[in-house]
């Protein structure tokens, strides 16, 4: 089955910008979804198809994907960022979907 | 508004049976397929089933294959998850979330219901 691989943690620093990366064979030519999860929430779609911004998302928030990485960039990190962010593609081979472990954000 | 709610968690002891339900509504149910998605504590998020908007197909995780299965009433707008033989392990909040328009990513998600496994 596919995995995909995300460091359990970024730091950053407020004002400065946050790259969280999601790790798997040949990613790129796959459609990479991003989620983030406050504490005691739901998750939200925050990017779609490697780099589309859901309607109230705010531009601070973008995504790349290529050869074997894709990548969520915030930028101008706030501390209403801090969440845990999960990327996510459909293994159409088998009709799974498959959620990467997770990435803790920490605003310092 | 577009809203998913579950219901149906609780305390369950290993072996035995629950079924959740996922209710929806401010958008054509039949147009979507819908998922769901476990979390357990302190954990990330998997995978657990998914249903095609017309019920015709469904796929579902290895974790719970043969123990957990995935149905919906159309003409209830509701969505069901049968989990039978439950084990420690598949203590987790139980989110349905549903699949956008090509199916790929989950653009609305329910706020979830727990479910624990202890005897």
């Known amino acids: 089955s596919y995995v995909l691989t995300q460091p359990p943690s970024v730091s950053v620093a407020p004002g400065k910008t946050a790259r969280i990366t999601c790790g798997g064979y040949n990613i790129g030519s796959r459609s990479v979804h991003w989620y983030q999860q406050k504490p005691g929430q739901a998750p939200v779609l925050v990017i779609s198809?490697?780099?589309d911004r859901p309607s109230g998302i705010p531009e601070r928030f973008s995504g790349s994907n290529s050869g074997n990485t894709a990548t969520l960039t915030i930028s101008r990190v706030g501390a209403g960022d801090e969440a845990d962010y999960y990327c996510?593609?459909?293994?159409?081979?088998?009709?799974?979907?498959?959620f990467g472990g997770g990435t803790k954000l920490t605003v310092l | 508004q577009v809203q998913l709610v579950e219901s149906g968690g609780g305390v369950v002891q290993p072996g035995r049976s629950l079924r959740l339900s996922c209710a929806a509504s401010g958008f054509t149910f039949t147009s979507y397929g819908i998922h769901w998605v476990r979390q357990a504590p302190g954990k990330g998020l998997e995978w657990v089933a998914v249903?095609?908007?017309?019920?015709?197909?469904?796929y579902s995780a290895d974790s719970v294959k043969g123990r957990f299965t995935i149905s919906r009433d159309n003409s209830k707008n509701t969505l069901y998850l049968q989990m039978n033989s439950l084990r420690a392990e598949d203590t987790a909040v139980y989110y349905c979330?549903?699949?956008?328009?090509?199916?790929?990513?989950?653009?609305?998600w329910g706020q979830g219901t727990m479910v624990t496994v202890s005897s």
């Open positions: 198809y490697d780099s």
């Open positions: 979330a549903r699949g956008d328009k090509n199916g790929d990513a989950f653009d609305i």
């Open positions: 996510q593609v459909w293994d159409n081979s088998s009709d799974h979907r498959v």
């Open positions: 249903i095609w908007y017309d019920g015709s197909n469904k």
